[in-house]
């Protein structure tokens, strides 16, 4: 990318950037009435908390049906959850975290609110080795690592992206979760959905992946995951080494999407992202000045950061030094048509 201008949203910088919440993280705003009554619950963090930088992980795209921020400074959250599907809102106000829940994953999605907002992380056992990482962490202090405890809600839109553009990845997600969700429950802003159920999945035509952008090999992929889901949930449970494991089981998932799903599902932060097409330019220009980094260099500079490595590509891409680009993007398909 060239240095005049800021980096572009593409699938690492979303990864490591910042979702913006409109109104600011000290914004609060009451969730519109509905008939169907909600659940609430308040937390207070014990320390800075960044709504965006937390969240923004999953969020996919700027039309993502399941994710959204609106003008009072809230975050909506669709999730189906093990009890079924739930609307989470939060909202941040004097340091004090509120949630608002609705459907029956209400009371579970309350019940794990502090998790989600990186209550489990320890962004104290992190330590700068670098200018440029101790600057991104003095300048972001609200960092903190999501987790879901949910695997298969990142497990899919992660195949989706395998091998393609941001935008193409964006637009089959958004395209499938609306066609063969269902709405969102509660006074969630219009044209939310929650994702389809394992069962849904597995039903979805051959056509109709087809027209969203998908092809053979990354539908055949979801299918084989949904049909084992139960056992791909269990991994939540597991430490993020042995989750990795068992979702690598499944016949298309390899080290690159099993990290992203741990790193969003169990808050992992040494599950490092390998095999992907910019994040090892990106850290070893960062750190070396060497942009053409491969996996095996970006490993050996992210080496004094073990153990929490993940944490420290996430600084990196918040840094914002990216390499200038030397070749054109990517060019974007869409089967779709053909």
Known sequence: ???????????????????????????????????????????????????????????????????????????????????????????????????DAWGPGAEWLLDRLPDLLGAADDPDAFEPRHRLVALARHRRPGLRLVRTGMVMESLIPSVLEQKVTTDEAYRAWRLLVRKFGEPAPGPAPERMHVMPAPRTWALIPSWEWHRAGVDDKRAATILRAVRVAARLEEAVALDPVRAQQRLELVSGIGPWTSAEVVQRSHGAADSVTVGDLHLPGIVGYALAGDRDADDSVMLELLEPYAGQRHRAARLILLAGRTPPRRVPKMPRGDIGRL
């Open 1 to 99: 990318m060239s240095g005049r201008f800021a980096p572009r949203p593409t699938r690492t910088t979303v990864r490591g950037g910042h979702v913006v919440v409109p109104g600011g993280a000290a914004t609060g705003g009451v969730p519109r009435r509905s008939a169907e009554p909600g659940r609430a619950r308040t937390w207070t963090p014990d320390g800075p908390l960044d709504l965006g930088l937390v969240l923004g992980p999953l969020r996919r795209g700027p039309g993502d049906p399941t994710f959204r921020t609106t003008p009072d400074g809230s975050v909506w959250r669709v999730a189906r959850t093990p009890a079924g599907p739930g609307t989470l809102r939060v909202a941040l106000r004097g340091g004090v975290v509120r949630g």
